[in-house]
């Protein structure tokens, strides 16, 4: 199974830009990108910041956005978003019996697993008793390993002001995941708007960079979180029985891409002085 990973795609109303970039021109760009070299894929998911305010005109952007796509596109909600304006332009779109835009589908590979971090008013996120139960009820009940989605990132970065708008209340959830880890294979996040990868208590955990604008690994500053202009990205997840593989496609790139052959004493002949 292939699935792509877009995440923190920060549209707004439109021509509106965000870092001297128009969000729906990066994230329309990594979409055809996505298109034309995984037509086959099974399906994408973005993983919150869909919008960067949570504007109804930018809800409506995405749906225009993502009808034309090859692939079913599944939504995640991230502190940019708003619930309501979402359900807004989404009216038919799951979410579990709180109201919370969290939902399961299905693969080849098994059940896939979405979650609502949003808690209006904050930058941070949060995973409540109802989130949690109704995790810990699907959990319960699935009959193969599950992967899992969510905005905000499930680990600490130790980057101090992503950390302050992380989950508030982690360890119910961290436990949760620690009592379960032979039902989860894997944990896809965004919100840091960085390339992480890591473990929760044995399930790894994967990142990338946003579409649009990216952030820096700042370890000192404790209160301002540090941006950068490095280029947006996709992933493309490979899924099998046995193993789990995401490739970071810099969706931008316009430079050469010189062929190497393979063969052991060919390596040699690109070496230059
Ligand atoms: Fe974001
Ligand atoms: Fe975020």
Redesign the pocket.
Known sequence: MKFLHFT?I?LTPSGETIRDRDPAQSFAAALNHAAAHHPDADFAVITG?LANWGETAAYAVLRDQIAAAPWPVRLVL?N?DNRDRFLEVFPDHPRDANGFVQYVFDSVQGPMIVLDTVEPGTHAGRLCDRRLGWLAERLSEIDRPAMLFMHHHPVPSHLPAMDVIGLMEAQPFRDLVGAQRERIRHIFF??C?LVLTGSLAGVPVTSLR?TNHQGWPDFADPKLLTGSDLPGMYGVVFVEADHVIAHAIDFTYAGPMPKMPTEYAAWAKPTAK
């Open positions: 923190d920060h910041d991230g940019h965004g919100h708007h946003g």
